[in-house]
Structure formats: structure tokens, C-alpha cells
């Protein structure tokens, strides 16, 4: 069975940077498009990035423009999302997630498979 474990989160002042990562384990990781989403207390899960097994990829602009970088390293069966110039409105608990498939999904639904999420909290 596919498992996603997150890690990297912490706290980090405004201005500063993190880099979260993700392994995959229990299946081919290069069947799976991988993710990055978000939920801060008291909103919807957000769409943060996303990338296909070629490396193509895909971000949410309007949060994350330029700051934000997502990767993936297949030989190690990991996903990352490297976090410059963090804001307190970054402040959130960030998931990693896996599709089987080459498409890009930006919305939470298809995604099979979920890690547990690492809280990222940025002080101001």
C-alpha cells in the first residue's frame, strides 16, 4: 500500500525559508503525479503545486508566485517544496499528495493518496 510521509515543517520568521519533503513508499513512484496542498485553520485546502513524473509541473500563482519551488527526485522516491520569503499567511499544516496518472490535477478530489501533513507556522 502506498504511504506518503511529510517532513521539514517547523517554525520559521517572516522572511525566512523551509524545505518540506515528501517520500513515497509501497509503490512505483513514477506512476504518480505528486502534490503539494495546504490547510490553514478555518479554510479550504489549497492547491499549492504539483508535478508529473517527467518533471512537468504546475503551481497555484496567485499564493505562491516565485517564492515556492517544487521537485522531485525519482531515483529517491521523493517530492519537495522549497519555501523562500515565508509569510505569516503561509502558516498552515502542508500535505503531500500522489495520483496515479500523467495529469495535473489542481484540486484535492483525485488525489489517491495522502501523507499526514507537517505544520509550517511563520511568525510575524
Known amino acids: 500500500q502506498v504511504q506518503l510521509v511529510e517532513s521539514g515543517g517547523g517554525l520559521v520568521q517572516a522572511g525566512g525559508s523551509l524545505r518540506l519533503s515528501c517520500a513515497l513508499s509501497?509503490?512505483?513512484?513514477?506512476?504518480?503525479?505528486m502534490a503539494w496542498f495546504r490547510q490553514a485553520p478555518g479554510k479550504e485546502r489549497e492547491f499549492i503545486a504539483a508535478?508529473?513524473?517527467?518533471?512537468?509541473?504546475?503551481y497555484n500563482f496567485d499564493s505562491v508566485r516565485g517564492r515556492f519551488t517544487i521537485s522531485r527526485d525519482n531515483a529517491k522516491n521523493t517530492v519537495s517544496l522549497q519555501m523562500t520569503s515565508l509569510k505569516a499567511e503561509d502558516t498552515a499544516v502542508y500535505y503531500c499528495?500522489?495520483?496515479?496518472?500523467?495529469?495535473?490535477?489542481?484540486?484535492?478530489?483525485?488525489?489517491?493518496?495522502w501523507g499526514q501533513g507537517t505544520q509550517v507556522t511563520v511568525s510575524s
Open positions: 509501497g509503490g512505483p513512484f513514477n506512476w504518480y503525479s
Open positions: 499528495a500522489a495520483n496515479a496518472g500523467l495529469q495535473l490535477r489542481t484540486s484535492a478530489d483525485p488525489y489517491d493518496y
Open positions: 508535478i508529473r513524473p517527467s518533471g512537468t509541473l504546475t
